[in-house]
């Protein structure tokens, strides 16, 4: 598989926009994960609230154990105790969920942040390199297996590259493609390998 082109100017492209787009990748991530630890910041409330009422439904638990022990009165004494527990637990359950809450929106401002400007500049580099890939590997299995790839090649530029680039690479084309002319052929195929990226060179006499 191919994944760089041949020529040098479009190689270069390739590896300088690979390694802008990487960095850009890293910069948002960085910056996803820099905002999901700031609102991290912010369960702090909860946490304080989860631990005050665990603090106090357990003192108040200890403090009904110590007043069951009274003879007489103690189950009635103690049942005060039992329900202000409970109350705690309510608190603390509160703040767990308060903590929940702004671990989930941490997540998902973090994961929206990082993706959208990483998926706005990935996704058209990462079609662009797919279908690189596509036309470098079809052009080669057509120099590989055709033995007339060069006329190939040569209509397809005919057919697909703007008119003035064609006509700079090989003047009077479409006359000269349609008298069999051996030169233009050859100019016009290697118009087609280089503005995919690819080089070949096609002997004299008939082109391959």
């Known amino acids: 598989m191919i994944v ?3 020529t040098p100017a479009k190689r270069t492209r390739q590896i300088t926009a690979d390694v802008a787009v990487g960095l850009w990748a890293v910069l948002w991530i960085r910056v996803g994960k820099y905002l999901y630890d700031a609102l991290q910041l912010l369960t702090e409330p909860g946490r304080r609230l989860a631990d005050a009422g665990s603090s106090l439904s357990s003192n108040l638990r200890a403090a009904g154990d110590t007043v069951s022990g009274i003879p007489l009165v103690g189950n009635r ?24 809450a702004v671990e989930t929106v941490a997540l998902v401002l973090s994961l929206i942040v990082a993706t959208i400007p990483i998926s706005i500049v990935v996704l058209p580099w990462l079609r662009s390199r797919v279908r690189f890939v596509r036309r470098a590997q079809a052009v080669t299995e057509l120099l590989a297996t055709s033995p007339g790839a060069a006329d190939l090649l040569a209509l397809r530029a005919l057919t697909s590259r703007p008119p003035a680039l064609v006509m700079t690479a090989c003047p009077d084309a479409a006359a000269r493609w349609r008298a069999g002319d051996e030169t233009a052929v050859r100019e016009l195929a290697q118009l087609e390998l280089r503005t995919v990226g690819l080089t070949g060179v096609f002997p004299s006499g008939r082109p391959r």
Do not use: K
């Not at 527990?85 to 608190?91: C, F, H, I, K, P």
């Open 4 to 6: 760089y082109a041949n």
């Open 77 to 100: 004494v103690r049942d005060p105790f039992d329900r202000a527990s409970g109350a705690g637990s309510t608190l603390r359950d509160a703040g767990l969920t308060q903590i929940d």
